[in-house]
C-alpha cells in the first residue's frame, strides 16, 4: 500500500501565494508520474502539473507561468509552488503518483480557496 499526504492548502487573497507538498510513504518505491490535479465545485477533476521520473513536467495551460511543481525522488516528494492565485484556482488538489504496473495512488486532497 501507498500512502500519499498533501499538506499546505488554505485560504489567500488573489494575486497571493501557497505551496503544496505531498509525501509518499509505504510501498512506494519506483515511482513512475508525481503529480497534482484539481476539483473545483460542480466540475470535473482536472490535471495541473504531471512530472515523469527523469521527464519534462507538464502543466496545464491555465497555470503555466504561474506554477511551478517540483519533485525529490530521495525524499519521495512532490510540491506545488502556485503563485499569482485567481478565485478560479479555488479547488480541492490532489497530489497522485503512478506505478509501473501497479496501481495509481492519490491523496486525500487539500482545500485551496482564492478571495477576490
Known amino acids: 500500500q501507498v500512502q500519499l499526504v498533501e499538506s499546505g492548502g488554505g485560504l489567500v487573497q488573489a494575486g497571493g501565494s501557497l505551496r503544496l507538498s505531498c509525501v509518499a510513504s509505504g510501498s512506494a518505491f519506483n515511482i513512475e508520474t508525481m503529480g497534482w490535479y484539481r476539483q473545483a465545485p460542480g466540475k470535473q477533476r482536472e490535471l495541473v502539473a504531471s512530472i515523469p521520473n527523469g521527464g519534462r513536467t507538464t502543466y496545464a495551460d491555465f497555470v503555466k507561468g504561474r506554477f511551478t511543481a517540483s519533485r525529490d525522488n530521495a525524499k519521495r516528494t512532490v510540491d506545488l509552488q502556485m503563485n499569482s492565485l485567481k478565485p478560479e484556482d479555488t479547488a480541492v488538489y490532489y497530489c497522485?503518483?503512478?506505478?509501473?504496473?501497479?496501481?495509481?495512488?492519490w491523496g486525500q486532497g487539500t482545500q485551496v480557496t482564492v478571495s477576490s
Open positions: 497522485y503518483s503512478t506505478f509501473l504496473g501497479r496501481d495509481d495512488y
